[in-house]
């Protein structure tokens, strides 16, 4: 009966996927076009922040009148989850609009978590944004050490020490500033503190400004395996400053460009092929390519996620790639590939053992493989991950539901995908040991 | 603004709280009466259950015929909550019914979170329920140390080790088998292993049987403050075995007792009146007497549960005492005073505060006194608890909001309360005074 009931459950998750993609994405522009200008004036990418940055500390302790009444949000997604609703803003110099941050704060008190890379770059001006003109806000601040390794019980529970020490109380907000590691740690800290205080979500990483900071998945992970201890925790709020990217390094910013490329793979063809056309815009940090790609992501995952927000079936094409990913990222040892390497060479084996079962084109496979090499993302596993490596991690992924594997594969034209547990196990052994030393 | 905001919070609070009580108890017996025996036939709560339950470990080797097909389930009271309502089956050797457990386990693999204590008394009977008749069902336990100083983080992690090396899947269900700790910590386990899986509760303290297993409320302990770290996360069911009640020291049955005069107090003058003509029963364990207790206090408890699932007000009233309890837990180290010692010794001075801000009549007062006396409860905080150790903590309690710590309070007849940050502080003063040193 159990079984039955397993393998009933996978077929639904499997037509709805199926039907899903592709779908017409709202306002993409046509495939071969860079995105028109945003009506906001884009400061050069590559313009050191530090001056604007510097003026704002200066007027926070004299305070002064904004110096643009003029709201600079080019961009707002709205994620539609009834009464758990929030917006994206998306936007260059958001950072420098306190207003935006400030309606979403509830209570008096703040506590921003955030790690030793970012806070000595946008601490300050976070602080700055919560405060200024609003004295009634107190900011407390956690450090956390910066990496993958460190998402983990012990760093979280660093966040509920500093937040009891503060006395902050129920009315409380926590922000998470930085990249999908704080987010994922901050949100579940905000979700399990008291049993749950308001959060805002400041991402500043490619990675998490286009995937991790939107639609409530919170958690941290455990030895044995990625992001099995968590919650489903909504934000009040998304605020996304493009302006955060300048400082971000290049093998971070590809990172990110792995999970956007999910999206034109899963569901969003025409989106898939504007990459194509961009792909060097993108890695030249473009500030109109960047906006549009970040825009586009997070409409496509406001999408899903408004439709199965507690991942039932349709949420889970998001993970393409996650599987073969989270079990290098397992297998490596946290940290030592970025999520999104680990993602582009899982997205490969995906798109792999989905031609070798031939639900797609050899063109399709192709052109997986060429848009993530283009972004300088490897595309296969590192040669310590074995045949028998891969499958005792993978056996502990969550899409396992009693006993079997679920996958996210590639299925029919360009931008379709299927979550399923009906495949033949051979073609997922070809291309364990096609990519795998034994 | 916030300050104005947090007062109007707190009047809306209150006044919704004076608002509710007293109210018509479903079904209460007339107050001196002593309830009808309930149609099943209650085996004496004073004989061993060690002889059934052996026989029932025979079937299980040998699967038999169940050997009553009638049901054992006296009450069974609903927790409406829309789509995430649940049952309380109430009654003597329900775990010898495994259709009841049964029905309500998800996927084929079930996780027994126990302890020390319990495991010897009760672990083989549930695993005996869970699989009699159900070769599909594996059980895995995990055995806890025993005590509220292990309701932490370190034993939390616990859980999730041995789920993880089970390889337990989102398919999974999570059995809560002991008192509230127990509960309390397999509930918050359940809810953020792999964010969310299917959790049972089988309560056997009357502890949780009365309270803890019912309204979703989980989590665990900080140094610094009780629950400050957890979630609300509903069962799939509550199993009630009053039978489990036969092996539960003085004590622990004292302390139990505790919140069910707490039901009375806040919101049931006919249950409180009715517990004053039938302590002695109560303690004597006499089993109507206890299984009428059990039922009136889940019927009350999830009336205020389905109200105010995530405690926004009206649920704060179950915290009567609470305030002063959980200081009097914190400051004495956890597990020196019980659960329910420390809130007897927290009613009684909620009951002297709310007499000093002339809320209630001194006839009220002192029936709450010596109704704590008589079920041989503490009264009075123990000497380690000074003035400032009760402020310094209280500071921290999760009723704090915006700075202002809110009370539960009686006022008005017998049964009604109100949850407020409007009182004098000089009563609050002269209340941590009278009952300690400086
Ligand atoms: N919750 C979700 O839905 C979801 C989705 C995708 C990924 N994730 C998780 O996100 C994590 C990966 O996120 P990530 O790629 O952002 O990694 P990350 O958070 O480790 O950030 C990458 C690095 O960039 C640094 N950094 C951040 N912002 C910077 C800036 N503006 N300038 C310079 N340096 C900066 C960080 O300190 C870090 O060293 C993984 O743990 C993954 O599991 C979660
Ligand atoms: N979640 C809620 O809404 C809620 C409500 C009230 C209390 N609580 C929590 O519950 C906890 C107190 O619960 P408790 O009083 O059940 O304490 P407990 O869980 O520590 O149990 C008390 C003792 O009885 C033992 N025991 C349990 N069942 C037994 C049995 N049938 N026979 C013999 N011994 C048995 C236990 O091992 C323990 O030693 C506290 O942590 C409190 O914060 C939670
Ligand atoms: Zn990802
Ligand atoms: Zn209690």
Not at 182 to 209: E, H, K, S, W, Y
């Amino acid at each position: 009966m159990a079984a039955s009931a397993s393998s009933l459950l996978a077929a639904a998750a499997s037509s709805s996927c199926a039907a899903i993609s592709p779908r017409l994405p709202r306002g993409a522009p046509a495939a071969a076009s860079v995105p028109s200008p945003s009506r906001h004036t884009c400061p050069s990418l590559r313009a050191s922040p530090a001056r604007r940055h510097q003026s704002r500390f200066v007027a926070s302790v004299a305070p002064t009148m904004q110096p643009s009444a003029e709201s600079r949000v080019s961009t707002v997604v709205d994620v539609d989850l009834g009464d758990r609703s929030y917006p994206i803003y998306i936007g260059a110099g958001l950072l420098d609009e306190p207003d935006l941050l400030q309606r979403h704060v509830h209570g008096k008190r703040v506590l921003v978590v955030t790690n030793t890379t970012v806070a000595p770059l946008y601490l300050e001006k976070v602080t700055w944004a919560l405060t200024h003109n609003n004295p009634n806000v107190s900011v407390e601040s956690v450090i956390l050490p910066d990496g993958e390794q460190y998402k983990d019980m012990d760093t979280l529970m660093k966040v509920f020490d500093k937040a009891i020490e503060s006395r902050l109380d129920r009315r409380c907000t926590f922000v998470a500033l930085g990249g999908g590691v704080i987010g994922d740690m901050c949100g579940f800290a905000a979700a399990a503190f008291l049993r749950g205080v308001n959060f805002i979500q400041i991402p500043t990483t490619l990675m998490a400004q286009v995937d991790s900071s939107v639609g409530g998945k919170t958690g941290i992970n455990h030895p044995l395996g990625k992001n099995l201890i968590g919650a489903f925790y909504q934000p009040q709020c998304v605020l996304i400053d493009t302006d955060t990217l300048n400082t971000l390094p290049d093998r971070e910013l590809a990172s990110g460009i792995a999970e956007v490329v999910k999206y034109g793979l899963i569901r969003d063809a025409p989106f898939f092929e504007w990459q194509e056309k961009n792909m060097s815009a993108l890695l030249a940090r473009e500030p109109s390519a960047l906006a549009y790609a970040i825009k586009r992501s997070c409409e496509n995952k406001a999408e899903v996620v408004a439709q199965d927000e507690k991942e039932s079936g349709l949420r889970a094409t998001l993970n393409l790639g996650h599987t073969f990913g989270h079990a290098i990222e397992t297998g490596t040892g946290y940290g030592a590939w970025l999520h999104g390497e680990a993602i582009a060479a899982g997205t490969v084996m995906a798109a792999d053992m989905s031609h070798r079962l031939g639900w797609i084109d050899e063109s399709i496979r192709k052109r997986v493989v060429d848009i993530l090499e283009q972004a300088k993302l490897p595309i296969t596993p590192p040669e310590t991950m074995t045949v028998e490596k891969f499958k005792s991690i993978m056996a502990v992924d969550k899409k396992v539901a009693d006993g079997l594997l679920r996958l996210i594969l590639l299925k029919g034209p360009l931008g379709s995908c299927v979550f399923t547990g009906e495949y033949d196990r051979k073609a997922l052994d070809e291309t364990l040991h096609a990519f795998c030393n034994n």
